[in-house]
């Protein structure tokens, strides 16, 4: 079974954005860099598939050149190779991406089983790349997967959702998303780094398109900011609770 | 016109629709909405009443169950009929996925949960992203604008129109397009009967609750409330409590009446699924904790002497 | 919350390790009215210290490092923070184990004990993880430990509190430190205002930012050191607490590894520098982790990974051994690895403990509280005086370079003479290129490029043959050459002309310059105009703070010159003394004048060769000065010695320094005169006549008694520890300083080996010495005697063992040479009765 895993570099915020000067981006200089948390079960859904059925487990990124971390990370939780379409360093429309994707499956020799996506990315979530890519690949696609298995040539698939869990079948070769609670994603052991540095990262080249979903600027949320009553200090700030939560009608 | 996809299951109507409904009607034109499968036909007098003049219905043999790249198909369908400004959904999964298809059947862009429309040429959006924590101005280079909405960026409002015409069509689907559907349901991950979604008051534990031991005094907590109790990414990925009730933008997104978060220093990917709450109370030791800005109420201490203190208080207030 | 005070007399801004050590230990010393404010909340401000490794060797080249360190084990074992642990430097090559047997005797000398070399087999035995194939050998020392700093910092806190000496505020910015009349006047925060008397910068890698709030310098970098997690690890399974295991330091590859609960902490300081400014450090609100833990950045560690695997396969290369936490933890690193403490030369009142590591915390705060409270600390802190620091050491591209350059010597073998290459040629003396012309090897103090020999003069080795003990062995032979001795004959035989422009000079002037000098010098300074006085300066305590020059050139107008190296230091404890009402003032002419010397049986023919002025001994006697003219040049000219020759120092401004050069050159050409470098003056010149330098042999743990150096009478002005002094004169010294000759220099593989300094002399019997108030005996300075064709150590030895003749025992590099006491005392092993230098 050959697995394509798709990925995308993204800072590793904290609690609070700063954005650049221009309010285009968000400041890194002093953030690092990461995937988003579905796309770590992805890879480890991938590294299980291709354990349990044998196959091959690729990872595919459209980004910076500095993305090949990211990629390295990944391969050393036991990924075989990696596929890196380096970009301008600018932030890709949907479209654009999801073309660049696809023509670099295209250009795979492998023809992959499965296509495995977060079910979305933390920074942009557009919700539609993945939709885009199995539209020109002409597959079945199921998203916000939480549980899933392989078997006779079939993905079948559940996706948990306030009422309960609903079941989808698709059959290979698919594209499915997923979402964090689908497994519990591994962390990289220092053999796994070693290997991965010997593991070849496929650096490619796409030409960016005029995005049709064009960013023009960024700006923060208002948060509440109203800033939390602060009631006291430690058990001693428990009777105030109790008259808040009497007076909000909590019991 | 602007024609608004309502997402329902099984003929009950998801109510994040009718925020959509509202936005669409605030762009000044004609509104008219589309339900995908036979059972939507029943939504006619609520689509009505929240301003949709027309309800179009979606019907075919493939479509039994949510079915969402034959919604896709069909919303194709529909948009080359109809010619509508704008195509608009909820920003659910479902909504954003529904109209995902559109825009990939058409080759055109799609802006996911909007919070503000603009009509033109280009059409202007603001967006959120980063789980809500920025937001995206951007231009939409197409005729049609396909887009979904912030779901509590409005507030549904109702004009108590005359139910909507019932206008059915049947879409001209591709064996393809049904490949994907739901075969089948189970029960929701019952936990005592309140499920985390449901729940009117979730008490919330991080890391500072200390390991899975320390859950008890939060157990006690949600049952005395009648509410049950959460989670943040930590607790689960370091195998404290099942992902289940993991609370924010890799968990479940809740609003319940009262919040309780202790411990959580709130990560933006766990503010993003609680903040919508309508009272945070935060008990935390750390008094520049980002939870905070959020929240309404917060003891700085240990929650580990508040939670029982509380606890103890709360039955003797009850008596 | 309770409201931030208006007012308080000290306000200590930082809640780490050395923070909390502050308002404890100044709350001990009885200081009240103490506010304490950190940017972060409590317990874990988010700091350094929050990620700190925690463990401490108690071992360092540096007296002074190794003396706080060990206050500090002191103070967290009473606190109860403290888990001996033992621990093991292992090394993968021969020079590894030379550094290692360094290592041990550095502890010896400093008073820690314990220490031993195993085999690869015995360090297996401590630590079966390993792969004892890789390494040679190690060097166990079994009170290494690890802390909860974060523990005993709250402890402090708290005790300080409960003094009711001391509040805490958490989450208080600082937005200004205001200073009026060159003095702190208050902090303001964004939570309101706070008048101080003192204010104590203890922010760690932001104290730049803070310093500069105030118009201050603490020149400190933050920088990146790498540490990784791995775990669970099958063999820590049944781990009952954090740590059991000794710590292992990988030394050759600048790692080490050590258990942590059931994970194991790989570190290191081997990856390349990565240096922020205070500025890029991010809030807690902003930072991913905290604002001193970057994301890791694994590249960087990939060799890392790989040396930890060869040294612990069975866990490292465990497959299912996976990262836990991974982290760029920043630190703060300053351009000569020193912290940075003490009253900022800028701001009075103002006061820097920042670079300050785990596990010098505790013991750092206790000193600086003691300076900032009685005056002076029990333990000498002058390497990490923030007076220390040269303008030019202040600028970010010093900073940057000297890090970046010293960055991976954290775990290095760094010799006691090495030189750094970055950042050179900085301040150069009007000879630099008369020097260069001549072969000069430049060694850097202060900035200033001065000539340590001259290859010119190589010819001179084989004239003199074997009396320049000629040096086999690589260690003592490197940053060294037997030119330096050669050059040391040749100027006994003939002359010597010396570049000394790196003297820091300030001139004192006013009504009060008297007063001022005379406060500061423990000898007389009531002199008459011309006179040049030789005078240790004195701390409250009665220890040395300085011995320094000082010319009086007129009634209300005396000249200080003093080394280069702790020259800004000087200048600071005189400019402390200088009164209110501006009657006297100090100017530092530093960069106005340079300084050249002549020296030696024909340094008078040479200059009364070029110069009307008498020179001869009884018109120009020794330890006075005067003007006088050479050719076309005002020359101040001052006849003194350090290297025990007829000779003087001639002051000049610095754009007629290569014209007086120049004619001293032509002059000397006739008597044979050479160029000298330092490695004379500063060692071999010196050590003959057993003068003592400040720092090696005068600090303020000694006194002036048992320095030998006592005046017959005392002064009967006031000067700073004079009480002190009195009290020391009046007892019998318990130790005396004394030069020894070595007896015997071969080694057990028949090389002849010379100490270099800072070796634990020992008694025949190979026990260490320690005198009656518990100071060991250590070689203070060591260096080639070639007149006497001996190599000399001075040693303070305890009183009843300081006779002529005794025996002892120097350890070096793990080996013991005999040696013995040639002097007792200040009197110079060569030319005894001076007669050379007052010829």
Same mark, same amino acid.
């Given at each position: 079974?050959?697995?394509?895993?798709?990925?995308?570099?993204?800072?590793?915020?904290?609690?609070?954005?700063?954005?650049?000067?221009?309010?285009?981006?968000?400041?890194?200089?002093?953030?690092?860099?990461?995937?988003?948390?579905?796309?770590?079960?992805?890879?480890?859904?991938?590294?299980?598939?291709?354990?349990?059925?044998?196959? $091959?487990? $690729?990872?595919?990124?459209?980004?910076?050149?500095?993305?090949?971390?990211?990629?390295?990370?990944?391969?050393?939780?036991? !990924? $075989?190779?990696?596929?890196?379409?380096?970009?301008?360093?600018?932030?890709?429309?949907?479209?654009?991406?999801?073309?660049?994707?696809?023509?670099?499956?295209?250009?795979?020799?492998?023809?992959?089983?499965?296509?495995?996506?977060?079910?979305?990315?933390?920074?942009?979530?557009?919700?539609?790349?993945?939709?885009?890519?199995?539209?020109?690949?002409?597959?079945?696609?199921?998203?916000?997967?939480?549980?899933?298995?392989?078997?006779?040539?079939?993905?079948?698939?559940?996706?948990?959702?306030?009422?309960?869990?609903?079941?989808?079948?698709?059959?290979?070769?698919?594209?499915?998303?997923?979402?964090?609670?689908?497994?519990?994603?591994?962390?990289?052991?220092?053999?796994?780094?070693?290997?991965?540095?010997?593991?070849?990262?496929?650096?490619?080249?796409?030409?960016?398109?005029?995005?049709?979903?064009?960013?023009?600027?960024?700006?923060? !949320?208002?948060?509440?900011?109203?800033?939390?009553?602060?009631?006291?200090?430690?058990?001693?700030?428990?009777?105030?609770?109790?008259?808040?939560?009497?007076?909000?009608?909590?019991? | 016109?602007?024609?608004?996809?309502?997402?329902?299951?099984?003929?009950?109507?998801?109510?994040?629709?009718?925020?959509?409904?509202?936005?669409?009607?605030?762009?000044?034109?004609?509104?008219?909405?589309?339900?995908?499968?036979?059972?939507?036909?029943?939504?006619?007098?609520?689509?009505?009443?929240?301003?949709?003049?027309?309800?179009?219905?979606?019907?075919?043999?493939?479509?039994?169950?949510?079915?969402?790249?034959?919604?896709?198909?069909?919303?194709?369908?529909?948009?080359?009929?109809?010619?509508?400004?704008? &195509?608009?959904?909820?920003?659910?999964?479902?909504?954003?996925?529904?109209?995902?298809?559109?825009?990939?059947?058409?080759?055109?862009?799609?802006?996911?949960?909007?919070?503000?429309?603009?009509?033109?040429?280009?059409?202007?959006?603001?967006?959120?992203?980063?789980?809500?924590?920025?937001?995206?101005?951007?231009?939409?280079?197409?005729?049609?604008? &396909?887009?979904?909405?912030?779901?509590?960026?409005?507030?549904?409002?109702?004009?108590?129109?005359?139910?909507?015409?019932?206008?059915?069509?049947?879409?001209?689907?591709?064996?393809?397009?049904? &490949?994907?559907?739901?075969?089948?349901?189970?029960?929701?991950?019952?936990?005592?009967?309140?499920?985390?979604?449901?729940?009117?008051?979730?008490?919330?534990?991080?890391?500072?609750?200390?390991?899975?031991?320390?859950?008890?005094?939060?157990?006690?907590?949600?049952?005395?409330?009648?509410?049950?109790?959460?989670?943040?990414?930590? &607790?689960?990925?370091?195998?404290?409590?099942?992902?289940?009730?993991?609370?924010?933008?890799?968990?479940?997104?809740?609003?319940?009446?009262?919040?309780?978060?202790?411990?959580?220093?709130?990560?933006?990917?766990?503010?993003?699924?609680?903040?919508?709450?309508?009272?945070?109370?935060?008990?935390?030791?750390?008094?520049?904790?980002?939870?905070?800005?959020?929240?309404?109420?917060?003891?700085?201490?240990?929650?580990?002497?508040?939670?029982?203190?509380?606890?103890?208080?709360?039955?003797?207030?009850?008596? | 919350?309770?409201?931030?005070?208006?007012?308080?007399?000290?306000?200590?801004?930082?809640?780490?390790?050395?923070?909390?050590?502050?308002?404890?230990?100044?709350?001990?010393?009885?200081?009240?009215?103490?506010?304490?404010?950190?940017?972060?909340?409590?317990?874990?401000?988010?700091?350094?210290?929050?990620?700190?490794?925690?463990?401490?060797?108690?071992?360092?080249?540096?007296?002074?490092?190794?003396?706080?360190?060990?206050?500090?084990?002191?103070?967290?074992?009473?606190?109860?923070?403290?888990?001996?642990?033992?621990?093991?430097?292992?090394?993968?090559?021969?020079?590894?184990?030379?550094?290692?047997?360094?290592?041990?005797?550095?502890?010896?000398?400093?008073?820690?004990?314990?220490?031993?070399?195993?085999?690869?087999?015995?360090?297996?035995?401590?630590?079966?993880?390993?792969?004892?194939?890789?390494?040679?050998?190690?060097?166990?020392?079994?009170?290494?430990? =690890?802390?909860?700093?974060?523990?005993?910092?709250?402890?402090?806190?708290?005790?300080?509190?409960?003094?009711?000496?001391?509040?805490?505020?958490?989450?208080?910015?600082?937005?200004?430190?205001?200073?009026?009349?060159?003095?702190?006047?208050?902090?303001?925060?964004?939570?309101?205002?706070?008048?101080?008397?003192?204010?104590?910068?203890?922010?760690?890698?932001?104290?730049?930012?803070?310093?500069?709030?105030?118009?201050?310098?603490?020149?400190?970098?933050?920088?990146?050191?790498?540490?990784?997690?791995?775990?669970?690890?099958?063999?820590?399974?049944?781990?009952?607490?954090?740590?059991?295991?000794?710590? =292992?330091?990988?030394?050759?590859?600048?790692?080490?590894?050590?258990?942590?609960?059931?994970?194991?902490?790989?570190?290191?300081?081997?990856?390349?520098?990565?240096?922020?400014?205070?500025?890029?450090?991010?809030?807690?609100?902003?930072?991913?982790?905290?604002?001193?833990?970057?994301?890791?950045?694994?590249?960087?560690?990939?060799?890392?990974?790989?040396?930890?695997?060869?040294?612990?396969?069975?866990?490292?290369?465990?497959?299912?051994?996976?990262?836990?936490?991974?982290?760029?933890?920043?630190?703060?690193?300053?351009?000569?690895?020193?912290?940075?403490?003490?009253?900022?030369?800028?701001?009075?009142?103002?006061?820097?403990?920042?670079?300050?590591?785990?596990?010098?915390?505790?013991?750092?705060?206790?000193?600086?509280?003691?300076?900032?409270?009685?005056?002076?600390?029990?333990?000498?802190?002058?390497?990490?005086?923030?007076?220390?620091?040269?303008?030019?050491?202040?600028?970010? +591209?010093?900073?940057?370079?000297?890090?970046?350059?010293?960055?991976?010597?954290?775990?290095?073998?760094?010799?006691?003479?090495?030189?750094?290459?970055?950042?050179?040629?900085?301040?150069?003396?009007?000879?630099?290129?008369?020097?260069?012309?001549?072969?000069?090897?430049?060694?850097?103090?202060?900035?200033?490029?001065?000539? +340590?020999?001259?290859?010119?003069?190589?010819?001179?080795?084989?004239?003199?043959?074997?009396? =320049?003990?000629?040096?086999?062995?690589?260690?003592?032979?490197?940053?060294?050459?037997?030119?330096? #001795?050669?050059?040391?004959?040749?100027?006994?035989?003939?002359?010597?002309?010396?570049?000394?422009?790196?003297?820091?000079?300030?001139?004192?002037?006013?009504?009060?310059?008297?007063?001022?000098?005379?406060?500061?010098?423990?000898?007389?300074?009531?002199?008459?105009?011309?006179?040049?006085?030789?005078?240790?300066?004195?701390?409250?305590?009665?220890?040395?703070?300085?011995?320094?020059?000082?010319?009086?050139?007129?009634?209300?107008?005396?000249?200080?010159?003093?080394?280069?190296?702790?020259?800004?230091?000087?200048?600071?404890?005189?400019?402390?003394?200088?009164?209110?009402?501006?009657?006297?003032?100090?100017?530092?002419?530093?960069?106005?004048?340079?300084?050249?010397?002549?020296?030696?049986?024909?340094?008078?023919?040479?200059?009364? %060769?070029?110069?009307?002025?008498?020179?001869?001994?009884?018109?120009?006697?020794?330890?006075?000065?005067?003007?006088?003219?050479?050719?076309?040049?005002?020359?101040?000219?001052?006849?003194?010695?350090?290297?025990?020759?007829?000779?003087?120092? +001639?002051?000049?401004?610095?754009?007629?320094?290569?014209?007086?050069?120049?004619?001293?050159?032509?002059?000397?050409?006739?008597?044979?005169?050479?160029?000298?470098?330092?490695?004379?003056?500063?060692?071999?010149?010196?050590?003959?006549?057993?003068?003592?330098?400040?720092?090696?042999?005068?600090?303020?743990?000694?006194?002036?008694?048992?320095?030998?150096?006592?005046?017959?009478?005392?002064?009967?002005?006031?000067?700073?520890?004079?009480?002190?002094?009195?009290?020391?004169?009046?007892?019998?010294?318990?130790?005396?300083?004394?030069?020894?000759?070595?007896?015997?220099?071969?080694?057990?593989?028949?090389? #002849?080996?010379?100490?270099?300094?800072?070796?634990?002399?020992?008694?025949?019997?190979?026990?260490?010495?320690?005198?009656?108030?518990?100071?060991?005996?250590?070689?203070?300075? %060591?260096?080639?005697?070639?007149?006497?064709?001996?190599?000399?150590?001075?040693?303070?030895?305890?009183?009843?063992?300081?006779?002529?003749?005794?025996?002892?025992?120097?350890?070096?590099?793990?080996?013991?040479?005999?040696?013995?006491?040639?002097?007792?005392? %200040?009197?110079?092993?060569?030319?005894?009765?001076?007669?050379?230098?007052?010829?």
């Amino acid at each position: 079974m050959d697995v394509l895993v798709c990925l995308k570099r993204v800072p590793l915020a904290g609690g609070t954005l700063i954005l650049t000067p221009d309010s285009r981006d968000i400041e890194t200089k002093h953030l690092g860099f990461g995937i988003s948390p579905h796309e770590e079960n992805a890879v480890e859904a991938g590294v299980q598939l291709v354990e349990q059925m044998g196959g $091959t487990l $690729t990872l595919l990124t459209l980004g910076p050149s500095d993305a090949e971390e990211q990629l390295r990370s990944q391969l050393a939780i036991g !990924a $075989t190779r990696a596929v890196l379409i380096e970009t301008d360093g600018q932030e890709w429309d949907p479209q654009g991406t999801a073309a660049a994707l696809v023509d670099a499956i295209n250009a795979e020799e492998t023809k992959f089983d499965l296509i495995i996506f977060g079910a979305e990315s933390a920074d942009s979530a557009g919700y539609q790349i993945h939709i885009r890519v199995a539209h020109a690949l002409n597959r079945p696609i199921v998203t916000n997967v939480k549980s899933m298995k392989i078997e006779n040539g079939i993905a079948s698939c559940e996706r948990v959702v306030a009422q309960g869990r609903e079941h989808y079948e698709a059959p290979l070769p698919a594209i499915v998303t997923v979402r964090d609670g689908l497994n519990i994603p591994r962390y990289p052991s220092v053999p796994g780094r070693m290997q991965a540095r010997k593991k070849i990262v496929d650096m490619k080249k796409a030409e960016p398109r005029v995005p049709k979903l064009e960013k023009v600027t960024l700006a923060l !949320a208002p948060s509440k900011d109203k800033g939390a009553e602060i009631l006291g200090k430690g058990a001693d700030a428990v009777p105030a609770l109790v008259d808040v939560l009497k007076q909000i009608g909590a019991f | 016109m602007i024609l608004v996809l309502i997402d329902h299951d099984r003929g009950e109507i998801d109510a994040l629709s009718l925020r959509a409904l509202t936005a669409a009607r605030k762009l000044g034109q004609d509104v008219e909405a589309v339900v995908i499968g036979n059972d939507g036909a029943s939504l006619a007098a609520i689509a009505g009443e929240f301003g949709a003049k027309v309800l179009h219905v979606a019907t075919h043999a493939a479509i039994t169950d949510y079915t969402p790249m034959a919604s896709g198909r069909a919303l194709a369908n529909l948009v080359e009929k109809l010619k509508p400004a704008a &195509v608009l959904a909820a920003g659910s999964p479902r909504g954003n996925e529904q109209l995902a298809h559109l825009a990939a059947f058409l080759d055109i862009p799609m802006a996911a949960e909007c919070s503000e429309i603009t009509l033109g040429s280009p059409h202007h959006v603001l967006r959120a992203r980063w789980a809500g924590n920025l937001i995206e101005s951007a231009n939409v280079h197409s005729d049609l604008l &396909v887009a979904t909405v912030l779901s509590f960026s409005v507030e549904p409002e109702s004009i108590n129109g005359a139910p909507a015409s019932v206008s059915n069509f049947e879409p001209a689907l591709e064996p393809a397009d049904s &490949v994907v559907k739901i075969l089948s349901r189970d029960a929701g991950e019952s936990k005592g009967g309140v499920t985390l979604s449901d729940a009117k008051v979730i008490v919330s534990g991080g890391r500072g609750v200390g390991g899975p031991d320390g859950f008890g005094n939060l157990e006690e907590l949600a049952a005395l409330l009648g509410g049950t109790v959460g989670c943040s990414r930590v &607790v689960t990925s370091s195998g404290w409590r099942p992902h289940a009730e993991q609370v924010g933008q890799t968990g479940t997104k809740v609003a319940p009446d009262l919040y309780i978060a202790a411990g959580i220093s709130g990560a933006m990917q766990h503010i993003a699924g609680m903040k919508n709450s309508k009272t945070i109370v935060v008990i935390n030791t750390d008094p520049e904790a980002p939870i905070l800005r959020y929240a309404d109420y917060a003891i700085i201490g240990d929650l580990h002497q508040v939670i029982p203190a509380l606890t103890s208080a709360i039955r003797q207030a009850k008596g | 919350m309770s409201k931030l005070p208006a007012k308080a007399k000290c306000v200590v801004i930082g809640a780490g390790i050395v923070g909390n050590g502050m308002v404890y230990h100044l709350a001990k010393l009885g200081w009240k009215d103490i506010v304490q404010i950190d940017k972060g909340p409590l317990p874990n401000p988010g700091g350094s210290t929050g990620h700190a490794s925690n463990f401490i060797f108690p071992v360092d080249h540096s007296k002074e490092m190794t003396a706080i360190t060990a206050e500090s084990m002191r103070q967290y074992k009473e606190w109860g923070t403290f888990t001996e642990t033992g621990g093991i430097e292992v090394a993968r090559t021969q020079e590894r184990m030379q550094e290692l047997a360094r290592r041990i005797t550095s502890a010896k000398s400093w008073g820690v004990d314990g220490g031993q070399i195993l085999t690869p087999a015995e360090v297996k035995e401590l630590v079966p993880y390993i792969d004892e194939t890789v390494i040679v050998g190690g060097y166990y020392q079994p009170t290494v430990g =690890v802390v909860d700093s974060l523990r005993t910092g709250t402890l402090m806190r708290e005790a300080a509190t409960e003094m009711g000496a001391s509040q805490s505020f958490a989450n208080i910015e600082v937005l200004d430190i205001t200073v009026a009349n060159g003095r702190v006047t208050s902090v303001v925060t964004d939570q309101g205002t706070i008048e101080a008397d003192y204010v104590v910068i203890a922010t760690g890698c932001w104290s730049p930012k803070l310093a500069a709030m105030a118009g201050a310098h603490i020149p400190l970098t933050p920088a990146v050191h790498q540490m990784k997690d791995i775990g669970p690890v099958p063999f820590f399974a049944g781990a009952k607490g954090d740590i059991e295991w000794p710590i =292992v330091r990988d030394m050759d590859v600048f790692m080490y590894e050590r258990q942590h609960g059931t994970g194991l902490e790989i570190g290191s300081y081997a990856h390349r520098p990565i240096l922020y400014t205070p500025d890029d450090l991010p809030s807690n609100a902003t930072a991913a982790l905290s604002p001193t833990e970057f994301a890791f950045t694994q590249a960087d560690f990939d060799i890392q990974d790989e040396h930890a695997y060869e040294l612990m396969p069975s866990i490292v290369g465990d497959e299912n051994v996976r990262e836990k936490y991974a982290i760029n933890g920043i630190l703060s690193y300053t351009p000569d690895g020193m912290p940075i403490l003490g009253e900022t030369p800028e701001v009075k009142g103002l006061w820097s403990v920042a670079a300050v590591w785990i596990k010098e915390g505790p013991g750092t705060a206790k000193s600086v509280a003691e300076w900032m409270v009685l005056g002076d600390s029990e333990i000498d802190l002058h390497s990490s005086n923030i007076a220390r620091f040269h303008e030019h050491q202040k600028a970010q +591209f010093h900073i940057k370079s000297r890090v970046d350059e010293s960055f991976n010597k954290t775990y290095g073998i760094v010799h006691p003479l090495e030189q750094y290459g970055s950042n050179r040629n900085v301040r150069l003396s009007p000879f630099y290129d008369a020097e260069k012309e001549l072969g000069a090897v430049f060694y850097e103090t202060a900035g200033w490029e001065r000539p +340590f020999w001259y290859d010119c003069n190589k010819g001179l080795v084989q004239k003199f043959g074997d009396k =320049v003990m000629p040096r086999a062995a690589e260690w003592e032979s490197r940053w060294w050459s037997p030119i330096i #001795n050669a050059e040391h004959l040749q100027m006994r035989e003939s002359a010597g002309i010396v570049d000394l422009s790196a003297f820091t000079l300030f001139d004192i002037t006013g009504p009060s310059a008297l007063a001022v000098v005379q406060k500061a010098a423990l000898r007389q300074m009531d002199v008459a105009i011309g006179r040049v006085v030789y005078t240790p300066v004195l701390g409250p305590n009665g220890g040395f703070k300085s011995d320094l020059t000082i010319m009086r050139l007129d009634t209300n107008h005396f000249r200080v010159v003093t080394g280069g190296a702790h020259g800004m230091a000087d200048k600071k404890w005189f400019s402390d003394l200088l009164p209110a009402d501006g009657s006297a003032q100090i100017f530092d002419l530093t960069s106005s004048y340079t300084t050249v010397g002549v020296w030696g049986p024909k340094a008078r023919e040479i200059i009364q %060769a070029i110069t009307d002025t008498d020179m001869s001994k009884d018109a120009f006697k020794f330890s006075t000065c005067k003007v006088i003219e050479v050719g076309p040049l005002r020359v101040l000219a001052s006849r003194i010695s350090y290297v025990g020759d007829l000779g003087w120092e +001639f002051y000049i401004p610095i754009e007629q320094g290569a014209k007086l050069w120049q004619m001293l050159w032509e002059s000397g050409k006739k008597h044979e005169m050479i160029p000298v470098g330092i490695g004379v003056y500063g060692t071999t010149g010196r050590l003959e006549k057993s003068y003592r330098a400040y720092g090696p042999e005068l600090e303020t743990e000694y006194n002036v008694v048992e320095a030998g150096m006592q005046s017959p009478k005392l002064k009967e002005a006031d000067f700073i520890g004079k009480d002190a002094h009195v009290k020391h004169r009046s007892e019998t010294p318990v130790t005396v300083l004394c030069t020894l000759f070595v007896d015997d220099h071969t080694s057990s593989t028949g090389v #002849n080996r010379y100490m270099m300094g800072n070796e634990p002399i020992l008694t025949l019997d190979k026990q260490p010495i320690v005198d009656s108030h518990g100071r060991r005996s250590y070689v203070t300075s %060591a260096g080639s005697a070639p007149s006497l064709g001996k190599h000399i150590l001075m040693t303070y030895l305890p009183t009843e063992l300081a006779v002529a003749g005794n025996k002892f025992i120097v350890e070096y590099l793990g080996e013991h040479y005999p040696c013995s006491v040639a002097q007792v005392g %200040a009197t110079p092993v060569f030319d005894a009765t001076n007669e050379r230098i007052l010829a």
